[in-house]
Nanobody
Framework: EVQLVENGGGSVQAGGSLRLSCAGSGYLYKYNCMGWFRQGPGKEREGVAVIYSERSSGYYVDSVKGRFSISRDKDTVNLQMNSLKPEDTAMYYC????????????????WGQGTQVTVFS
């Protein structure tokens, strides 16, 4: 069994920054990839950023490139979010999966309970 616990969400004005963290525990040895997805009101869950290891540079959805940065330290994954926009408002979910391809991750990952990010203008 895998447990993922997120923290760091909150409300921030547009242009501001937030840092999300996710700590994993349990049977993590078989999983290669950790990352973040998000789900806004009335929207499907979408990939934000994923990463294989602390030596990896990560993969990002186009809408956050240059603003978000993912990093990993063993079983913890962080998401530094800068220059936040109202359209970044969503519930952010930490996940862990076998692979960092978006579709594999979305359909097979184990997920945390999520942390809310609200960006107001």
């Amino acid at each position: 069994e895998v447990q993922l616990v997120e923290n760091g969400g909150g409300s921030v004005q547009a242009g501001g920054s937030l840092r999300l963290s996710c700590a994993g525990s349990g049977y993590l040895y078989k999983y290669n990839c950790m990352g973040w997805f998000r789900q806004g009101p009335g929207k499907e869950r979408e990939g934000v950023a994923v990463i294989y290891s602390e030596r990896s540079s990560g993969y990002y959805v186009d809408s956050v490139k240059g603003r978000f940065s993912i990093s990993r330290d063993k079983d913890t994954v962080n998401l530094q979010m800068n220059s936040l926009k109202p359209e970044d408002t969503a519930m952010y979910y930490c996940g862990i999966s076998d692979a960092c391809s978006w579709e594999t991750f979305r359909t097979t990952a184990d997920w945390g309970q999520g942390t809310q990010v609200t960006v107001f203008s």
